[in-house]
């Protein structure tokens, strides 16, 4: 299939607060809507804030084996390791090179998306041209600075998805976080949903396709391949 590039935007955020461990991107958020995409015959491209290399947070990652299938897969696969050691920069992406944008979870996204302004534009011109904006877990941070063309959230009165305030709870990061990103899309005025703790769960709302956490990566992928699909199909008639 040749396509438009697919974008994934990916934090290159490693530290966790003050607390002297590391985070980054989680990785099954990552490579299993990936390979959704990948082997459906999209080319998914890479960027994050200050482009270079992004790194995994450690906790999602195990001793090869012990992985989602996805993770081991991209792991083995050299072109894709290499992709994540040489992300562009977001402010290099123009909304009408690419078909789509994915901003996979991971807390690292909560320090260094939601301060990218070339990210909220993006989302927000994206957003605009009717493409798939999604996003998983703690990767709707990228969201929450995207405005529409009348200067409103991209989020506003949408039904939206993320890593819940409970769920922050209950890793214990809630003190740790800038801020808590359900707290945050209800202020904003998006029209949350969730799941129970740690259950996968995905909101779709036209173009808008957010989820829950790790659990919903491949439910949301599943979505986010139907919405390409779509757009495909509509771009034919």
């Known amino acids: 299939m040749t396509t438009t590039p697919f974008l994934f935007v990916v934090t290159g955020h490693t530290d966790l607060g003050d607390t002297g461990r590391k985070t980054g991107f989680h990785f099954e958020e990552l490579s299993t809507p990936y390979y959704i995409l990948r082997d459906a015959g999209y080319e998914v491209i890479f960027a994050s804030p200050a482009g270079g290399e992004v790194k995994a ?43 789509g944008i994915y901003l996979p979870g991971g807390h690292g996204t909560m320090w260094d998306l939601p301060q990218d302004t070339a990210l909220a534009k993006l989302v927000g011109e994206l957003d605009a041209a009717g493409k798939p904006v999604a996003a998983v877990c703690h990767g709707p941070a990228g969201l929450v600075a995207a405005k529409r063309p009348d200067g409103t959230p991209v989020v506003k009165g949408r039904r939206v998805n993320s890593f819940t305030d409970a769920e922050e709870r209950k890793v214990e990061l809630e003190d740790v976080v800038p801020f808590l990103l359900e707290s945050k899309l209800k202020e ?50």
Do not use: W
Not at 63 to 74: H, T
Not at 197 to 216: C, K, M, Y
């Open 57 to 99: 947070d450690p906790g999602s990652l195990k001793p090869q084996g012990e992985n989602a299938d996805s993770v081991d897969r991209f792991l083995a696969d050299e072109k894709a390791m290499q992709a994540l050691k040489t992300t562009m920069r977001t402010d290099a992406v123009k909304a009408a090179e690419v078909s």
């Open 188 to 237: 904003l005025g998006a029209q949350f949903e969730n799941a129970g703790l740690f259950e996968a769960h995905v909101a779709r709302d036209g173009n808008l396709i957010t989820g829950q956490n790790p659990a919903s990566a491949k439910r949301l992928g599943e979505a986010l391949r139907s919405a390409l699909l779509a757009n495909a199909r509509q771009a034919a008639e």
